[in-house]
């Protein structure tokens, strides 16, 4: 009888070890970049997206989630801190929020985790390319062990906009970037003593759209592809609000077709575009897939919140518009979704709260029954959707976006996105805010020696009603500015727009 205790032992032991993982509160993070969400869960079709649609069912699906400036390295210095652009002051491809007179002692989301005890780890594009330098050190647990992979943004081969190669002749860095996260799973299950949050970010769909040729062959006629139904510019759009994107000469394939502010790609070179980035998104979809299918293989899925969302959006020639860099609704919505398995009941449930990415830090930190992070995060936790998707947590979402003159720029509009150009140089920031009914936004001078806007210097104002918008028509909305006939309005959300910005700095 006595020889019958070590097995009783071990199996009580046995049985606290996966009662403790199961316990473990983990988080698989996912970022894609230029994803808009034109996906199933949004009730669109015409892509394929399997994977990402499964775990849409599973998730609480966000309709209305919004970034805070359209495009890369600012975003995701945003949502990587939970602070607002105008706090991190990093609007560019140069500043980062780690700069010595900015936040340079914040604890970023992956590190706030690590701080509590987990094991942190990422790969591929979380944060911008050097933006904070080195994929920021502080918020990962052991680079000596795990050395950061970011990947090369590859091009493809003949400068077109997109190509699908051969697996066997070509690199994909989104294919290398999911390996080494799928090593990275195969640790953390090795290693149940403590909790992780593991996060991967898939450079795809951005571009260049380079894939294997199979997912090209998903999209074989694109013809029979959809184009916007509104491609030209909105009707009393200012030339400040506007961004070309793919500019004729950008790419081979478009060597040949004349674009500019008022005259649209062929609807061909529209469809050929669209084809490209389907087969984007179908390739990224696929990673996707193979991370969630290990992680349920592992037997980590019931112990693991798992997020899924976009830095931005990106418009396919609504507005005249290939790219993101806009205050469009095109370019600032954002597919956003939440897996957190103890919570079952939020399965394939969706909301239609307004929310930000700058929210999903201190979400996540709830999630996961952490402490409340004492720093001054500018965002609001969702938790509180989980338990009723009819609440509301804030009544409006903020974005913004910088203006700088280019004379190069004239069939354009006369100005670019600044990504290269100092903070200290802007000529105009563009702030915008998406209410229930209405998106306004107010490009206002900016004071480039103090970087904040001066407020009595407007270049012009923007008003797109969304009455009616169910978020599931892509164009049908702010393809009229009605600022001038709506004064009273205007004055309203003027005050409330500068109020919110002033206080959120």
């Known amino acids: 009888q006595m020889m019958l205790w070590p097995s009783v032992l071990l199996c009580f032991i046995f049985t606290v070890y996966l009662t403790e993982a199961s316990n473990a509160r983990n988080v698989l993070y996912i970022v894609v970049d230029d994803l808009r969400p034109q996906l199933g869960a949004y009730g669109q079709s015409e892509m394929y997206t399997p994977n990402i649609d499964k775990l849409a069912q599973q998730s609480l699906v966000f309709e209305r989630a919004y970034c805070q400036q359209a495009v890369c390295a600012p975003s995701r210095n945003s949502f990587m801190t939970g602070r607002r652009p105008d706090t991190t002051k990093a609007w560019n491809f140069i500043d980062h929020f780690r700069e010595a007179d900015v936040g340079r002692n914040w604890s970023s989301m992956p590190q706030y985790f690590k701080e509590q005890g987990y094991f942190s780890a990422g790969v591929g594009k979380l944060y911008h390319q050097n933006l904070p330098p080195n994929n920021d050190p502080p918020s990962w647990s052991d680079l000596t062990q795990f050395p950061y992979f970011y990947g090369d943004p590859l091009t493809c081969p003949n400068g077109t906009t997109f190509c699908g190669l051969s697996r066997d002749k070509y690199t994909f860095t989104d294919i290398n970037s999911t390996n080494i996260m799928l090593q990275h799973m195969q640790y953390v299950n090795q290693h149940r003593d403590k909790p992780f949050f593991l996060a991967i970010g898939l450079h795809k769909p951005h571009m260049s759209w380079r894939f294997p040729e199979e997912f090209l062959q998903r999209y074989p006629r694109p013809e029979s592809l959809s184009v916007a139904k509104h491609r030209q510019k909105p009707d009393g759009m200012p030339n400040v609000a506007f961004h070309m994107g793919l500019a004729p000469r950008s790419h081979t394939d478009l060597n040949n077709y004349t674009y500019n502010i008022s005259v649209p790609y062929p609807v061909e070179v529209q469809q050929h575009l669209r084809q490209g980035y389907y ?27 798992v997020v899924f969302h976009s830095d931005h959006g990106w418009q396919l ?9 806009t205050n469009f609704e095109l370019a600032a919505r954002v597919p956003l979704m939440i897996r957190v398995p103890w919570m079952r009941q939020t ?6 709260a307004i929310v930000e990415l700058v929210d999903v ?4 930190v709830e999630l996961a029954g952490l402490p409340a992070s004492k720093e001054n995060l500018q965002g609001v936790s969702l938790a509180p959707l989980f338990e009723d998707q009819t609440k ?32 200290t140089d802007f000529d105009y920031m563009g702030y915008s805010m998406r209410t229930e009914r209405y998106r306004y936004t107010e490009w206002v001078k900016w004071n480039g020696t103090d970087l904040e ?20 028509d892509f164009d049908a909305f702010e393809n009229e500015n009605i600022a001038g006939n709506e004064t009273e309005l205007v004055k309203q959300l003027s005050k409330q727009l500068r109020d919110l910005f002033s206080n959120n700095k």
């Open 279 to 305: 087969s984007a998104v179908t390739y990224m979809d696929s990673l996707v897939g193979d991370i969630l299918d290990l992680l349920d293989h592992l037997g980590l899925s019931n112990s693991t919140i």
């Open 317 to 325: 020639g609504e507005h005249n518009i290939w790219a993101k860099h």
């Open 347 to 352: 399965a394939g449930k969706k909301t239609s």
């Open 361 to 364: 830090y201190p979400t996540l």
């Open 392 to 423: 509301s947590v804030k009544s409006v979402a903020l974005s913004q976006y910088p203006r700088c003159r280019n004379i190069h720029m004239k069939a354009f509009g006369g100005f670019d996105a600044c990504t290269d150009t100092k903070r």
């Open 453 to 472: 806007p001066q407020w009595t210097d407007v270049l012009a104002t923007e008003l797109y009603d969304h009455e009616g918008d169910e978020e599931n």
